[in-house]
């Protein structure tokens, strides 16, 4: 599309909308009016897709998550759209900057961190790669909070998003699902038919609303299909009779099911509305998804032929017993039919092998809130329990280990493990780890259903929407290919010995930092040194990431530099962002920690040429794109066995940082592929971190005989300013149950190291190169095809 083109396309739409001319058009009209744009443009693009991948029979892949941690659309459908170019110039002729633009839109925050993250990259992976994809979710009213940190102290604000938001959305009543909560079962025979009754139930009216993922430079385009909770109906008989509180209060506790987002990373809240949230979910997708189907095969015989369905976590696991409901209940399959075409159509990722995240809903409240599939979910155990005795003679162990229903508890991963074809973990560390240890008795039971697929990140929206400069070197060295295929960046292997383009690097580098440093001041007044070494720490804030070891080490640095004014130091600023679950105490004072060590180091003149630690409130994507061009280090420092895999990983490698990192997750991965050389790899092995626990760990044994470890520790236990930190030094000098003080010395001898190789440019330019070039596998595209392939056998549309 040329200029003229776009700019006549959006001066329609600033006239229909607003009744305004560009050139007096506010900022918010022109973003609210380039959306409808690109919504347009999307939904008719998804219209003729859908209807090519229905004519060729193709199968339909649905991505069951409780969190989609969307971001911004507006620059990525552009790009994607291929109207990027036409639309900044449209607008620059009436002095307007694109960028300015895109700072109106607020972030989707559909979502915690990587996990809700993980599931908008691939929307934009299938899409690229025509897989018929559609997401399902809820439609938060209010996502993830807005983070203030008021004196070191994290507060939450509501995240509302929708007025901003909404222009993404296009809601569709008419293919609303009811959903039943509540009530009593009976079961009835008539004429020697045996049916289901449901009475006394709630029902809650499941409406969608949909948003549109563009492709890159394709005709794929994949789906976001978001349930808001409405009252069915206004209950007037009550509010005729004068209960207008229980009519209110009906409508109310409906309506309170998409409310807001649960605020929880890798940690998991017993609540009845969570539980009602996750049976809404499931319910209505199954619903939409059994109706799509019937529509167009007017059968569900074909099922497993034409539709994969991944859950995303144990979260959406009630999708299980929801779509045997249907299918015996309103079907009339038989139990071996509807559990035979389930098996064939679910497919489960674990994302987790910490046991405060294992989902178990106690089986009162369960039962009390879904009566049927309560039901559903005693005979899939009692059955399951036969297969497994059969499997397992007489090894009741194993069998009560392995059930659904145990210790008056549903489980949620043991209904998925027994249920799915396909049992994944996130990188192949962790998938190895889930064989070893929580699924290890599913995985003698049924070995060929575990498999990995690595994360993997939409790479563009990090690098050709965030890293224009770099993009321009990759396009004058290795072409433009890699655009399209992530793949293409290895031959950027070919340039890691020419100097030019090493030169260029640093110095593309530099300019990325001074832009984000120029970025930092205008938000937030901080200033920040862009010829120090940008060390960054930005992902969920969580013991088990272990964001106080980096602090650790930080007021280390402090004392030492303190002590040796003149010592050779390169100067260096640690970049923290982090939200901590609201309810989560120890990371809220992680956080204080954090923010009050670098108000003293900011604040000394003797250190702070060297020194400064900088907390970026409200850690969210739109910040991570403005990042991570700058970051230089990125910390992965997660006690091994821990991190599933990570994905801020991969956005940093994308941008050339170097990993500061544990063997952990998909680390693992990211040293194979750069080469363990081109990282700072330190700390212990998850064999050895496993081997400790057994022989029982002991802080104090890493504490004592080490003078910097204790100096450190009692310098923030004694504090300063009448403040301390004692609830995060007495924890790691007690329990320390992520082993900070086991790894706190190799991670110091590792960041001495990086001293040492940022030192000279040239060779650090070229780890940096040797990243950047071999990032391409971290591509969700990649994953996305990885799962066609192995797990939901779906293909491309063609
Ligand atoms: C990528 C991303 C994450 C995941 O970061 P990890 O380091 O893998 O935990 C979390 N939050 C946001 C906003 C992200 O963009």
Not at 194 to 203: E, F, G, L, R
């Amino acid at each position: 599309m040329t200029t003229k083109e776009f700019a006549k396309i959006l001066q329609d739409k600033l006239t229909s909308e607003y009744g305004v001319d560009l050139s007096v058009a506010s900022h918010q009209q022109i973003y609210r009016a380039l959306a409808l744009i690109c919504r347009q443009m999307m939904s008719e693009n998804h219209k003729k897709f859908q209807s090519k991948a229905i004519g060729t029979g193709s199968k339909q892949v649905y991505y069951l998550c409780m969190e989609f941690l969307m971001g911004r659309s507006l620059k990525m459908s552009l790009f994607n759209l291929g109207l990027n170019d036409a639309a900044q110039k449209a607008l620059a002729e009436a002095d307007i900057s694109l960028d300015s633009i895109y700072e109106e839109e607020p972030d989707a925050g559909l979502g915690n961190g990587g996990l809700g993250r993980l599931a908008a990259c691939y929307l934009d992976g299938m899409a690229t790669t025509s897989i018929c994809g559609t997401g399902y979710s809820i439609l938060y009213e209010y996502g993830i909070f807005k983070q203030k940190i008021v004196d070191g102290w994290q507060q939450e604000r509501a995240d509302n998003w929708l007025p901003g938001g909404q222009v993404w959305l296009k809601s569709h009543p008419d293919q609303a699902v009811e959903v039943r909560f509540d009530g009593e079962i009976h079961e009835n025979w008539d004429h020697g038919f045996h049916y289901i009754q449901h009475t006394n139930y709630n029902s809650v009216m499941a409406i969608p609303s949909d948003m549109y993922v563009q492709g890159y430079d394709g005709k794929g385009v994949a789906k976001l299909r978001l349930w808001q909770a409405k009252a069915p109906d206004f209950d007037m008989s009550s509010f005729s009779l004068g209960n207008y509180n229980t009519a209110m209060s009906k409508n109310a506790s409906a309506e309170l099911i998409s409310k807001v987002l649960y605020p929880n990373d890798n940690h998991v809240e017993g609540k009845i509305l969570r539980l009602r949230q996750q049976y809404f979910l499931s319910a209505a997708s199954i619903g939409d998804i059994v109706q799509s189907h019937l529509s167009t095969y007017g059968t569900l015989e074909n099922l497993p032929d034409k539709v994969a369905i991944q859950l995303n976590d144990t979260h959406p696991t009630l999708a299980i017993p929801e779509m045997m409901r249907i299918l015996l209940d309103e079907c009339g399959f038989g139990w071996d039919k509807s559990f035979d075409i389930c098996q064939k159509v679910f497919s489960y990722t674990n994302h987790t092998v910490m046991a405060e995240a294992l989902e178990k809903w106690n089986v009162d409240i369960f039962k009390m809130t879904l009566p049927r599939i309560y039901q559903i979910v005693v005979e899939m155990d009692r059955r399951a329990r036969e297969k497994l005795e059969a499997a397992f003679p007489g090894d009741q162990g194993k069998i009560n280990y392995m059930a659904l229903i145990g210790d008056n508890q549903v489980r949620m991963a043991n209904i998925c493990a027994y249920t799915a074809n396909s049992i994944n973990g996130v990188s192949k560390l962790h998938s190895e780890i889930i064989k070893e240890s929580v699924f290890h008795d599913y995985y003698l039971f049924k070995p060929q259903a575990f498999k990995n697929v690595t994360n993997g990140i939409a790479y563009r929206r990090w690098l050709l929407a965030s890293n224009p400069e770099l993009c321009k070197l990759l396009d004058e060295t290795i072409g433009t290919g890699y655009k399209h295929d992530a793949a293409d960046l290895s031959k950027l292997n070919k340039f890691a010995e020419d100097k030019t383009v090493l030169k260029r690097l640093n110095e593309i580098k530099l300019d990325n930092k001074k832009n984000f440093a120029a970025y930092l001041e205008k938000s937030t007044g901080q200033v920040i040194d862009p010829s120090s070494i940008f060390d960054c720490q930005v992902k969920r804030m969580h013991e088990y990431k272990r964001q106080h070891l980096n602090a650790l080490n930080i007021a280390a640095q402090y004392l030492y530099l303190k002590e040796n004014p003149n010592a050779d130091f390169i100067p260096k600023t640690y970049i923290f962002g982090a939200k901590a679950a609201p309810g989560y105490y120890m990371a809220k004072q992680m956080i204080r920690m954090i923010c009050k060590l670098g108000d003293l180091i900011n604040n000394d003149p003797a250190v702070r040429e060297k020194l400064r630690v900088v907390y970026l409130e409200e850690y969210c994507v739109s910040l991570s794109e403005h990042l991570m061009p700058a970051a230089e280090v990125s910390e992965q420092i997660s006690l091994a066995g821990t991190e599933a895999s990570g994905t801020g990983n991969m956005k940093f490698m994308l941008n050339g940082a170097i990993t500061l990192g544990t063997l952990d997750g998909a680390n693992v991965e990211i040293a194979d592929a750069a080469g363990k050389e081109n990282e700072l790899i330190f700390g212990m092995l998850t064999p050895e971190v496993n081997n400790l626990k057994q022989v029982g760990y002991h802080p104090n044994a890493f504490i004592m005989g080490d003078d910097v470890a204790n100096a450190a520790l009692n310098f923030l236990e004694r504090g300063w300013n009448g403040e301390n930190f004692h609830e995060v030094t007495q924890n790691l000098r007690s329990s320390d149950p992520y082993m900070v003080m086991a790894d706190f010395k190799d991670y110091r001898r590792a960041q001495a190291d990086l001293q040492r190789l940022y030192a000279d440019r040239e060779h650090w330019a070229k780890m940096s190169l040797k990243n950047i070039a071999n990032s391409g596998i971290f591509s969700a595209d990649r994953a996305v095809l990885d799962y066609a392939r192995d797990i939901w056998h779906a293909s491309a549309v063609k």
